[in-house]
Structures are given as C-alpha cells and as structure tokens.
C-alpha cells in the first residue's frame, strides 16, 4: 500500500513557479509532521521545508521568502509552492511523513523537478 503519493513535478524556466503535492494515506494517521526533501545528483538528500500538525512551518534558509509549505488536514495533503525557481533547484523532491501511530518516517516516490536556465 502506498502511503504518500506526489504529484506536480516537472520542467520549468528559470524564475518560474511549480507547486507540488502529497496526498497520505489514512493507514499511517495521526502524522505528526509532513514535509519535503530534495536530492539533486551527487548530492545528500536535504531539509526543504516541514510543517508540523498545528500548523508551525520550518524552512531550509535557502528556500525562505521562494517557497511556502501549507497543508489541508481535510485532504490529508501537504503542498509544496515554489515560486523563483533557479537551475540549482534542479532536484527530485520527496515528500515525507512522521508517523504517531507507527513512530517511524515514510517517504513518497519522488517527484523530478527540473529548473532550466
């Protein structure tokens, strides 16, 4: 069973905008915090932006002021808006969950963005 599913990836000019979705499951709830990570090529996997179940948003220093994570507990989905998107924002994006009930992380597929200069 697929517990999170991604959605809104894609190719994009520099200075564009993308906005990325995560739709999860009901068999991981309660989830604590959702969140986002990118990986680019060669790179470690890193923090993009979480937000936790009472709606407290934390974002990686690079992202501040270009994207903005919300999340709509009613569709049990987290969404990702990344707005003045540049070249090294190039990543495949994962979406990820911190569950309560099994106390553990679970991640999504990835989703490739891909920013051209």
């Known amino acids: 069973q697929v517990q999170l599913v991604e959605s809104g990836g894609g190719l994009v000019q520099a200075g564009g905008s993308l906005r990325l979705s995560c739709a999860a499951s009901k068999s991981i709830f309660p989830i604590a915090v959702m969140g986002w990570y990118r990986q680019a090529p060669g790179k470690q996997r890193e923090l993009v932006a979480d937000i936790r179940s009472d709606g407290n948003t934390n974002y990686a220093d690079s992202m501040k002021g270009r994207f903005t994570i919300s999340r709509d507990n009613a569709k049990n989905t987290v969404y990702l808006q990344m707005n003045g998107l540049k070249p090294e924002d190039t990543a495949v994006y994962y979406c990820?969950?911190?569950?309560?009930?099994?106390?553990?992380?679970?991640w999504g597929q990835g989703t490739q963005v891909t920013v051209s200069s």
């Open positions: 990820n969950a911190y569950s309560v009930r099994y106390g553990g992380h679970y």
